[in-house]
C-alpha cells in the first residue's frame, strides 16, 4: 500500500508543480502589465503635465473615453489611438472596429473573463481625493502625499471588469471591500501601480482603512508598512 502511495504522489506532483508554475507566470505576466500602465502614465505626464482624466464627456456632458483609451499612443498602440474617434462615445458605431481590438497589456492572463469579450480588470478607484478626476486632468503638484503610497489603478477581479474602452472604473466602497474572502484572479490579493510608475502587490488582509490612504492624494496618512 505504501508503494502504491509513493507512486500516486509521484504521479501527481508534476502536475501540481506545473500548475503553480503557470500561475506564477500568470502572476508575473499580470505585474507587466500594470508596470506597463505604470510607465505609459509617466510619459503622458511628460506629454502634457498633468495625469489624464479618469473619463473625457462631450458638450452635453456625456462620458465618452476612459483614460485606457486616452494612454494608448503611451502603451505602443499609436496604430489603435488614431482609429478612434474621440468627439464621438465609446460604443459609437464608428469606433466599433476599434473596440475590437484585443489590448494585451489590458488583460489580466489570470481573469476569468473571455479574452474576446475585450473586457478588463485595470481600473482607477473614483473618489474626490483620487489620482484621477472625472473630465479634469491632475498636475503631479495636486499629489502631496508620497508618490509611492498612492495609488494609480488596481487590478479588481473578474466580476468588477469593464469594456476597455469604456468610461468606467472602480469606485471606493469596492475597493475597500476586497478582504480575504473576497474571490481574487490571483491568491491572496491584487496588484496595484502607483503614482512613482512602480507596482507592488496589495494583500487582501490588508486594512480598509490603509486602503483608504492609498487612494488618498492629501490624507498625509502613514502607509509606509503596507
Given amino acids: 500500500m505504501t508503494a502504491i502511495v509513493c507512486v500516486l504522489a509521484a504521479l501527481l506532483l508534476p502536475s501540481v508543480n506545473r500548475s503553480g508554475a503557470r500561475e506564477a507566470a500568470r502572476r508575473s505576466q499580470c505585474k507587466s502589465h500594470l508596470k506597463q500602465i505604470g510607465l505609459a502614465f509617466l510619459n503622458y505626464v511628460d506629454a502634457y503635465h498633468a495625469l489624464p482624466p ?17 494612454i494608448l499612443p503611451y502603451m505602443d498602440q499609436k496604430t489603435l489611438y488614431d482609429k478612434i474617434d474621440l468627439t464621438k462615445a465609446w460604443n459609437d ?3 466599433a472596429e476599434a473596440f475590437k481590438s484585443h489590448v494585451e497589456a489590458y488583460a489580466c492572463p489570470s481573469s476569468k473573463i473571455d479574452v474576446l469579450a475585450n473586457l478588463t480588470t485595470y481600473l482607477a478607484v473614483l473618489t474626490p481625493t483620487s489620482c484621477l478626476r472625472p473630465v479634469e486632468p491632475r498636475p503631479l503638484s495636486d499629489i502631496t502625499d508620497p508618490h509611492m503610497s498612492t495609488l494609480l489603478v488596481v487590478e479588481m477581479n473578474s466580476e468588477h471588469a469593464v469594456p476597455w474602452m469604456a468610461p468606467q472604473d472602480a469606485n471606493e466602497a469596492q475597493f475597500l471591500a476586497i478582504n480575504s474572502q473576497s474571490k481574487h484572479d490571483h491568491a491572496g490579493g491584487v496588484h496595484a501601480v502607483f503614482v512613482d510608475g512602480y507596482t507592488r502587490f496589495l494583500n487582501a488582509t490588508m486594512p480598509a482603512e490603509m486602503r483608504r490612504a492609498l487612494i488618498s492624494i492629501d490624507g498625509k496618512e502613514t502607509t509606509s508598512d503596507f
Fill in 54 to 70: 479618469a473619463y473625457t464627456v462631450d458638450a452635453d456632458g456625456k462620458p465618452l473615453h476612459s483614460w485606457r483609451t486616452l
Fill in 93 to 95: 458605431p464608428a469606433n
